[in-house]
Every structure is written in structure tokens, then in C-alpha cells.
T-cell receptor
Framework: DVKVTQSSRYLVKRTGEKVFLECVQD?????MFWYRQDPGLGLRLIYF???????EKGDIPEGYSVSREKKERFSLILESASTNQTSMYLC??????????FGSGTRLTVV | EDQVTQSPEALRLQEGESSSLNCSYT??????LFWYRQDPGKGPEFLFT???AGEEKEKERLKATLTKKESFLHITAPKPEDSATYLC???????????FGKGITLSVRP
């Protein structure tokens, strides 16, 4: 089975902190994605990457950056966390055989 | 701009009461339509991919269909364990990114 692993299920950070959310997939997929999910707003695309060191902005990239140094790892970075970034963050990877596979999510609370 | 609208927002069924969930879309060039199931506090779990109008796929009590404007997820004789949020998403570009609807929360009472 394809596996997408997010390093933390729950995180609590303070306003202004730099936050790293890590995502690792084990199926050699090229395309990886970061979404956030909020009640009433659904899933919104933050950033995606279709190759190592390649990245593209999604629909809501403001306040976020990403890093893809290795094919299996895609990191989301909150440069200076703010309370409006409190959300559920979901990582996904795409492969032709299995389509999209999501991680279990990281629920981030910024206080 | 691609748009995906799911209805109703929430649906409550009695066990065994069959129904359908709707996903309507407005896109320029559909490459694929996806259905996911999401349990509370977890990531979405893949159910189906549909690629062209007229296509149908089935899995246990679920059947997904696709027309040029919408997709339906039919649930036959649902059980309480089918309770979840069902998400619909479309892919239109070569980069495989998805645009999601807001989801339909299904509750099945015993």
C-alpha cells in the first residue's frame, strides 16, 4: 500500500514561531501537495511540487513556503505562525497506479 | 475558474435507506473526477476515479456515476459505518492538482 506519513498529528505553536510540517511518501511519486482544511471552506491547495526542488503556488500560498530536497519528502513551512493559520493540514502524493493518497493530517493550533 | 459544488451539505439516513450524493462541476477540460471518504480527524481515503461521461464504478454499497455536468455517489442500503464526510474533487490540468468541493456529511442511524 502507498503510504504518506505526516510527522505530527497534533501541534501547538506560539504566534511568530517558525513551524515545519513534514511529509514523507514511500512510492516514488513525483507529485506532492499540501492542503489545508477548514470547516465551511473545504480543502484548499497551498503549494504543490512535481519534482525535486520544483514548487508551484496553489490557491492560498500567502504566509507559507515549501521545500522539496528529496523526492520522498515535502515540507510545509510557516515562516511566522499566526492564529489564522490554525487548521488541519493535509499532505498528499499522486501516482498513476493509486491516484491520490493523503496522509493522516496535522492539526495545528497557533496560540 | 474550476468550481465544484456538493449537495446536500449534510444528509441523515436510516440504516437501509438508499440515497444519492451530488457533485456538480464547472471546469474547462475534465481530466478526472474523484470521490473520497473522510472520517473525523483523519485524512481523505480514496474511493473512485471517473474519467468520462457515462462511466460507472462500484465498491460494496457505493456506486459512482459521471455525466458531463455532475457526478452522483449512490449509497445502497447504508449501514452506520458508512457515516463519514464524502468529498468530490476534479482534476483539470496536466499537473494533477485537485479542486475539492466542501463535502457532504452523511450520518446513518441504526
Amino acid at each position: 500500500d502507498v503510504k504518506v506519513t505526516q510527522s505530527s498529528r497534533y501541534l501547538v505553536k506560539r504566534t511568530g514561531e517558525k513551524v515545519f510540517l513534514e511529509c514523507v511518501q514511500d512510492m516514488d511519486h513525483e507529485n506532492m501537495f499540501w492542503y489545508r482544511q477548514d470547516p465551511g471552506l473545504g480543502l484548499r491547495l497551498i503549494y504543490f511540487s512535481y519534482d525535486v526542488k520544483m514548487k508551484e503556488k496553489g490557491d492560498i500560498p500567502e504566509g507559507y513556503s515549501v521545500s522539496r530536497e528529496k523526492k520522498e519528502r515535502f515540507s510545509l513551512i510557516l515562516e511566522s505562525a499566526s492564529t489564522n493559520q490554525t487548521s488541519m493540514y493535509l499532505c498528499a502524493s499522486f501516482g498513476v497506479t493509486y491516484g491520490y493518497t493523503f496522509g493522516s493530517g496535522t492539526r495545528l493550533t497557533v496560540v | 475558474e474550476d468550481q465544484v459544488t456538493q449537495s446536500p451539505e449534510a444528509l441523515r439516513l436510516q440504516e437501509g435507506e438508499s440515497s444519492s450524493l451530488n457533485c456538480s462541476y464547472t471546469v474547462s477540460g475534465l481530466r478526472g473526477l474523484f470521490w473520497y471518504r473522510q472520517d473525523p480527524g483523519k485524512g481523505p481515503e480514496f474511493l473512485f476515479t471517473l474519467y468520462s461521461a457515462g462511466e460507472e464504478k462500484e465498491k460494496e454499497r457505493l456506486k459512482a456515476t459521471l455525466t458531463k455536468k455532475e457526478s452522483f455517489l449512490h449509497i445502497t442500503a447504508p449501514k452506520p459505518e458508512d457515516s463519514a464526510t464524502y468529498l468530490c474533487a476534479v482534476s483539470t490540468g496536466a499537473n494533477s492538482k485537485l479542486t475539492f468541493g466542501k463535502g457532504i456529511t452523511l450520518s446513518v442511524r441504526p
